[in-house]
């Protein structure tokens, strides 16, 4: 396999090119580094397919080598068409953006300033946790947990009795409903 360097420079110029071209504020100029940036990526394609060769139908009298290979013509194909969409989504963004305001540039958002200039460190997000923001008791080492019963007894209260009702809470009203109270 041979390489063109008359290639290789032209495809380098034209990716170096494409991504200056690119990174510029005038949306023009942003749609054609992209046109020269997806045609160094073919030329690319092309150079790796190798030196030509016979159209690659099989024939008695050729060996393998003598043909080209088909993968890069279809990769270069597939390039192709999405470069092409992707450059008429660039070009109906360009439409669009001198339709509604009569520029070609990319102005500042005055939004995207006021976000870059606070500080990195958000205190609510970025302040350190208490070591234990659990709900429940703990309970120390070696020692039992209490039985469901006991927990759910007030403090103060014998284990086995039956808690007493909060006035105005559904216990009581169902209680004063049975005639408990």
């Known amino acids: 396999m041979t390489i063109n360097l008359t290639l290789l420079i032209v495809m380098g110029v ?3 090119t494409g991504v200056y071209m690119v990174l510029e504020r005038s949306l ?3 749609v054609l580094g992209v046109i020269l940036i997806s045609n160094g990526v073919n030329l690319m394609i092309i150079m790796s397919a ?3 060769g016979e ?3 099989v024939r008695d009298h050729l060996s393998a080598d003598d043909y080209l290979d088909p993968l890069p013509q279809a990769l270069l194909l597939t390039a192709i068409v999405i470069a092409f ?3 008429s989504f660039l070009l109906a963004m360009v439409y669009r953006s001198w339709v509604i ?3 070609d540039e990319v102005l500042d958002d005055p939004e995207d300033r006021r976000v870059a200039e606070q ?3 958000d205190p609510e997000e970025d302040s350190e946790i208490p070591t234990e923001t659990t709900e429940f008791d703990a309970v120390a080492v ?4 209490p039985s469901p019963a006991e927990a759910r007894s007030e403090p103060g209260s014998k284990p086995g009795s039956e808690p007493e009702s909060k006035p105005g809470s559904r216990r009581a009203r169902r209680e004063r409903r049975e005639g408990r109270s």
């Open 101 to 103: 305001g009569r520029q």
């Open 85 to 87: 969409a992707l450059v």
């Open 50 to 52: 190798g030196e030509a």
């Open 28 to 30: 023009t100029r942003v």
């Open 142 to 145: 070696g020692e039992e947990a």
């Open 119 to 121: 500080p990195a460190y």
């Open 14 to 16: 034209m990716l170096a």
């Open 55 to 57: 159209a690659p139908l």
